[in-house]
Structures are given as C-alpha cells and as structure tokens.
C-alpha cells in the first residue's frame, strides 16, 4: 500500500484527537537513520545505551583506482564517466558502482575492493558513535577501509562493548610470469572477537592461534569477564593447505596472502551456507569451544578459560565436541549451548542448552520432548532463557523457556498460541524476559512474528505491541534486550520512505519516492503510570504494515546479527 505523507499526517493528527495518549512504552528510534539502510538493535545497558547494527552502510569509500573505466559495463552504465574515473562520483554513479563492485561475482573477486555490509554503532538517544573494531586507516580513501563487517553483541554497564569482526581488507602488490602488475586483496586473519573501551579495541584471543585463530565474543558483565568462543584446535589438513602456500611451485602465480584468502574464503563460505540452512556447523579449519576470557578495565587480558561440555567421551573417541557461551552473569556463570548425545545415543550428537559453571557443563532440557535447544541469556538470579525445539502437529517449532538454575526447576510458558515458535533473547534481574514468536496462525509461506514481554514472577505473557500507543507508526517485531530500568532495545519495522546507498531518498523509475517495511533499531522507554490503550475505541485505526514483507524482513534480522562470517 502507498500512502502520501499529507495523508499520513493527517490520519494521526485526526487520531490525536480520538484517542487518549496513554501507553506502558514509548518508542524512541536511535539516531541511526543516516548511518544505513537498515538498522537492528541487540543489547542495552543500565545507563540506556544500546548497541545496534545497521545493514548496507550509507556513502561508502570507492576505491576509483580499482576500477577498470574502459569496461563496457562501466561506459554504458555511468552518467558521468570522466567525472567517476577521478573520484568525482555523483550519486547516481555511487549507487552504480556500488552495486557493481558488491554483487556476488566481483565481492569474490581477489581484484575488487571488499565494502562491508554491516556496521555497529553505540547510541545513547542523541548520538551515535561508530564501533571500528580492527578497520584501519587506508591512505588512498582517506579514512576507514570500511571493509570489515563488524557486529557487536554485549554491552555492560561500564559503556565496555564486545562483539565479533573481519579484519580489513588490505592491498599486496604481485608481478605475475607474464609481466602484469596486479593488486589482490586479502585479510590477515579470520574473525575474532572483540572488546572495546572507549573506542580502543582489544582482540578476544583464542587459545589455537595458528593463522591467528578464530573466537568470537557475545557477552560481558561488569567484571569485564568476555562470553563466547574461540579456537582451541587445529584440523591437519588446513595445516596442509597453508603449508603449500609457502611453497611458490604448489601455490601457482599468486602470491602467498591470495592463496591463504582463498582457504579463508572457502571456510567461511562453508560455515554461512551451513548456518543459513540450520544445518550443524562442521569447522574444517579450526575446532571451537567455549571461553570465557578476563580483562582488567583497561583492556588488558588477565586469564582465560576453556568451558566444558555436556559429553563425557568415552575412552578411545576421537570425535571432536563444541560448546558455545551466549551470555555471562555478574556471578560469572555462563549460558550457552553445547553438543550432546541425543537420548543417550552416542550416534546422535545434536546441541543442547547449558550451563557453564566453573569447570563443569550442566544440561537441563529433556531430550524425551525436545530435539536440540539453546540458552540465550542469564540474570543476576540465576534465571536462564532460551528455546527449545519441539515437533507439534508434526511440523518443528520453537518453544521458550525459562530454567531456574539454582532451584534445578524449567518452565515453558504459554506463548502466542499453540503452534507459534517463540525465542526468548534476554532476561533482566528484575525476572522479565523478552523475544519474540509468531503470531500468525497461517500453515503455509513464512508467519509474522512480534515482540513479547513474559513476567517470570507474575507468569504474565503480553505482545510488547499492545503496550505502545495506538497511533504509533512502528510494529515490534524482535525484542533483544532489556535492562534493569525495564528499557529495552528491539527492532521495529516502519512503513515510511527508503533510502539508497547515498543516503538520499530512493526513486523508483518515474522518480516518485519509493515507501516500503523498514527495520529501524529502537528503545522502548516505561512511561510512568501508563496505561495499555484500548484501540478498540478507534475507528479508523492505524494500521502497523509490518507484515507484508515478512520474509524479507526476517531475512535481514538472521543476516549479521550473530555471526559475520559472510565470505
């Protein structure tokens, strides 16, 4: 449906009138309209800062002396070509070479410049600041390479960030046999996580850092202990292969950094393809655990542990068993998952929500209902959530859950309605958790989800969105964190006009604006004495248009927002 904004306007302000403005919540989105396209938010601290991603980051660098301006595909595409070819690009050939250097075959290309599509940022209402993590200066585009993908996942209460990120990359010159100069492009290392303070970042190590490792980091609490994962073996045959890249005759006519790349490459191709189709992922470079690592305030590394798993492998098993921290508490228990055995059957491992608590791993799901299962967050009480999948009327779905780690007791409440998968994402100290399920009762395409809101002590389960005003343009469709004050971070879907890659607003042919489903990250702040409206009352009644474009919408909030390993 397409609305002009006189019309927009004009149905709130005749809803002004209508209704009361009373709400539980009121919805601030973050400053982060002119960063990107689309914007998520993930955690919040006490003091309300939010850490948020944005998708397809506005006026990125192009690197004109990458390009060939003698291509045909160039000369018939660009309005100004002389102007481009000298870095005088309008907007029109920025959005052209922008979609010409990011598309599937040339982001592969060794040749090309690497652009990210993903971006954090910390926001505090006002402003938002840009986490770099490991980016660079680059000389040529004076400023940040803007290469590597950087997601940020946990913020404590000390504005201490942590999240995992690529390392840029970065330009070696190679004479080839026949006497070509050529440029490739190549990263260092493969993903690792990050810490940042201050806007000083610190790399999460792993404790296998052959080829520098991998890890990843999820979550930190006010005692600067770091949730995640990392390294902590090695498979030989990558051994092998990084081996012939040191060999010039084994290599071929590449140089050594183009040749480690193109493993790098195949590895995370690997592991995206596998996390896209909820396939298990199987490392083929490097076998992961979870950690948990220990800064001081300054950013300096003080220990790290290696987490245990729920699998007792008997005497002679060579197989290889992962675990995951998601999440960490101020009394230093983690949550997570873990490989398992399925109902004790040492051919079946699937992954089981747990809870790391010193050396040891504790599961607490009953593989008698329920197939695999993952823990998500855990509060100060010892609260843990996350879902659990289950077969109803013979389809999979997801069902919340609530564990009490010290009373050794799990619930799964009622949600939406019977068949509705819902996930749970966080809980705070004051036992409220917040997620998201399906409220669509359709057996068939993709079902809208939304927001939720579940009271532990009062066994209350509520759609966030009925806690907002009525007039309210934006539907909560994923709620991620929640705070001590009740504040939470969440990504909303808005029906407003859409930027490009410029930051100018997006034309269609005819030039006329273009309106569509946004994700915008936003807080939901308590209004004090606050009523739920009642929207019965209305008579023409705002309709939230966030589920016309359900399927590309939820393929944007699974893209990035826990993993970034795109290439």
């Known amino acids: 449906m397409r609305i002009s904004r006189l019309a927009y306007g004009l149905t709130l302000s005749i809803l002004t009138v209508a209704t009361a403005q009373a709400a539980k919540y009121r919805v601030v989105e973050l400053p982060l309209r002119d960063q990107g396209v689309y914007s998520f938010a993930s955690a919040i601290n006490d003091k309300g800062e939010v850490a948020a991603t944005i998708r397809t980051p506005f006026n990125p660098p192009i690197d004109v002396d990458l390009l060939n301006f003698e291509s045909e595909v160039l000369i018939n595409t660009l309005t100004d070509l ?190 995206a393809s596998n996390s896209q189709s909820n396939v298990r992922p199987v490392d083929k470079v490097f076998r992961r655990r979870g950690m948990i690592w220990r800064f001081d305030s300054s950013g300096q590394l003080l220990s790290s542990r290696e987490l245990g798993i729920l699998i007792n492998p008997q005497p002679g098993n060579e197989k290889f068993y992962a675990s995951t921290a998601k999440a960490i508490n101020n009394n230093g228990i983690a949550a997570g998952v873990s490989d398992t055995y399925y109902q004790d059957s040492e051919n079946i491992v699937v992954q089981q929500a747990a809870v790391f608590d010193g050396e040891e791993a504790f599961g607490f799901i009953d593989d008698q209902i329920y197939i695999q299962s993952q823990a998500s967050d855990i509060n100060d009480n010892d609260l843990v959530v996350g879902q659990a999948q289950i077969i109803i009327n013979g389809a999979v779905r997801t069902k919340f859950f609530v564990h009490d780690y010290q009373g050794e007791f799990t619930n799964f409440p009622d949600d939406f ?38 009271s532990v002590d009062e066994d209350t389960f509520t759609n966030i969105n009925t806690l907002l005003s009525c007039d309210t343009p934006y539907t909560i469709v994923q709620a991620n964190d929640i705070n001590d004050n009740d504040e939470i971070s969440a990504t909303a879907v808005i029906y407003r006009e859409v930027n490009d ?67």
């Open 82 to 271: 002389g102007a481009a070819a000298v870095g005088n690009i309008n907007r029109e050939d920025l959005v052209i070479l922008y979609s010409f250097i990011t598309n599937s075959s040339n982001s592969a290309n060794p040749f090309f410049q690497q652009l990210a599509s993903v971006q954090s940022f910390i926001s505090n209402n006002a402003e938002a600041e840009l986490l770099k993590a490991f980016d660079v200066i680059e000389p040529d585009l004076e400023g940040l390479t803007k290469s590597a993908d950087t997601t940020v996942h946990g913020i404590n209460n000390f504005s201490a960030t942590v999240g995992t990120a690529e390392y840029p990359f970065r330009k070696v010159e190679y004479r080839n046999e026949n006497g070509n100069n050529l440029v490739y492009h190549y990263q260092e290392f493969l993903p690792h996580g990050f810490l940042d303070i201050n806007g000083q970042t610190f790399s999460v190590p792993p404790t296998e850092d052959f080829m520098g490792g991998v890890s990843e980091a999820f979550d930190i609490n006010d005692s600067f202990e770091v949730a995640g994962a990392g390294s902590i073996e090695v498979v030989d045959s990558f051994e092998e292969l990084t081996d012939q890249c040191e060999d010039p005759d084994l290599r071929g006519d590449v140089p050594y950094e183009a040749c480690i790349r193109s493993i790098f490459d195949s590895y995370l191709n690997t592991i």
């Open 417 to 454: 309605f019977n068949t509705s998968s819902s996930v749970a994402r966080a809980i705070n100290n004051n036992n409220l958790v917040v997620g998201e399920g399906e409220v669509d009762t359709s057996l068939t395409g993709v079902r809208r989800r939304e927001a939720f809101l579940y």
């Open 501 to 567: 890659v410029t930051g100018q607003l997006a034309l269609d042919e005819r030039g006329n604006t273009i309106f569509e489903n946004v994700t915008v990250a936003v807080k939901l702040v308590p209004i004090p004495s606050g009523t739920i409206d009642d929207c019965r009352l209305i008579t023409e009644p705002v309709k939230r248009k966030g589920g016309s474009n359900g399927l590309f919408i939820f393929g944007l909030l699974l893209v990035g927002l826990h993993r970034v390993f795109k290439r």
